[in-house]
Nanobody, 123 residues
């Protein structure tokens, strides 16, 4: 069964950290780019970060650059998003996606989506 499953979300105070995981199964993980997207209430979904299949190239939206780090472990078919110095404006549902390539910080040619996980940053 093809699927992407996110975990690690939750509630955190401003300045705190969370690490999201995206575990893949049912397809050849090593050959796809993986991206993280987010959607805040009342806003469109936006790309946050993308990592190429080899893991050698990573890109970030300006709003998260220097605070978020994307990485992947192909042996575990898992991608991580380390989120530090979180701000209230980072509050959103976060999705991982598997696609053909990274167009900057956006995963393009998306084939599979995760179900999404809530991240809430509030005092």
């Amino acid at each position: 069964q093809l699927q992407l499953v996110e975990s690690g979300g939750g509630f955190v105070q401003p300045g705190g950290s969370l690490r999201l995981s995206c575990a893949a199964s049912g397809f050849t993980f090593n050959y796809v780019a993986i991206g993280w997207f987010r959607q805040a209430p009342g806003k469109e979904r936006e790309g946050v970060s993308c990592i190429r299949s080899s893991g050698g190239s990573t890109n970030y939206a300006d709003s998260v650059k220097g605070r978020f780090t994307i990485s992947r472990d192909n042996a575990k078919s898992t991608v991580y998003l380390q989120m530090d110095s979180l701000k209230p404006e980072d509050t959103a549902v976060y999705y991982c996606a598997a696609g053909d390539y990274c167009s900057g910080h956006v995963c393009d040619g998306v084939r599979y989506w995760g179900q999404g996980i809530q991240v809430t940053v509030s005092s």
